[in-house]
């Protein structure tokens, strides 16, 4: 699986950004996607998952509430949908991908083995 990840830019405090990762490949709908964070002199951590059917969504809680994660399996595409953003949401943000047809979802960044190049989120006061 290949990913691409789009969308990130500078916004400010309060605003909103969507975020999109394609992926190619035939066997997307067999995969639970996820996006991951990594801001500047941190370890990558994880924002958002969703299940191969999209049924089943799991969020940090430093997100929750705020982002929204969701995907198009007809498309190639999750999504990551975020609100209300706040200075410490600036990161690259980096989607992933995990074969998987369970209705679980995991957020450990060891379980994921398919990644993008990542796209560069700014908020601003």
């Known amino acids: 699986v290949q990913l691409q990840a789009s969308g990130g830019g500078l916004v400010q405090a309060g605003g909103s950004l969507r975020l999109s990762c394609a992926a190619s490949?035939?066997?997307?709908?067999?995969?639970?996607m996820a996006w991951f964070r990594q801001a500047a002199g941190k370890e990558r951590e994880f924002v958002a998952a969703i299940s191969w059917s999209g049924g089943t969504t799991i969020y940090a809680d430093s997100v929750k509430g705020r982002f929204t994660i969701s995907r198009d399996n007809a498309q190639n595409t999750v999504s990551l949908q975020m609100d209300n953003l706040k200075i410490e949401d600036t990161a690259v943000y980096y989607c992933?991908?995990?074969?998987?047809?369970?209705?679980?979802?995991?957020?450990?960044?060891?379980?994921?083995?398919?990644w993008g190049q990542g796209t560069l989120v700014t908020v601003s006061s």
């Open positions: 992933g991908a995990r074969f998987s047809k369970s209705h679980t979802v995991v957020g450990g960044e060891k379980y994921y083995r398919w």
């Open positions: 490949g035939r066997t997307f709908d067999s995969h639970a």
